[in-house]
Nanobody, 125 residues
């Protein structure tokens, strides 16, 4: 049974930090592009950070320089270190496993195959 279980959310003040974790099981973790998404109230879900199977990372412009995505393949766990948090970072954070595609010498992330249940992050001013 596939599971993605997020943890580490909470309430912090502006400028604070949180570290989210996502424990994976039930699928071949190293074959997937892993990602963090978030959804604020009344807004669409947006991609925050991705880590490709070759270790390359990408970030949304809004979090560059403040968030760091990483993973421990041995522990099948994905992380998101969030520093210098702002009120606009408030939302439900989800981890996702996206199919990996290889084309023209590069790895790409396809549609999300699996989602976690989410963990709430609230940043107050």
């Amino acid at each position: 049974q596939v599971q993605l279980v997020e943890s580490g959310g909470g309430s912090v003040q502006t400028g604070g930090s949180l570290r989210l974790s996502c424990a994976a099981s039930g699928f071949t973790y190293s074959y997937y592009c892993m990602a963090w998404f978030r959804q604020a109230p009344g807004k669409e879900r947006e991609g925050v950070a991705h880590i490709f199977i070759d270790g390359r990372t990408t970030y949304a412009d809004s979090v560059k320089g403040r968030f760091t995505i990483s993973q421990d393949n041995a522990k099948l766990t994905l992380y998101l270190q969030m520093d210098s948090l702002k009120p606009e970072d408030t939302g439900m954070y989800y981890c996702a496993a996206r199919a990996n595609y290889y084309s023209s010498g590069a790895n790409y992330c396809g549609p999300a195959n699996f989602w976690g249940q989410g963990t709430q992050v609230t940043v107050s001013s």
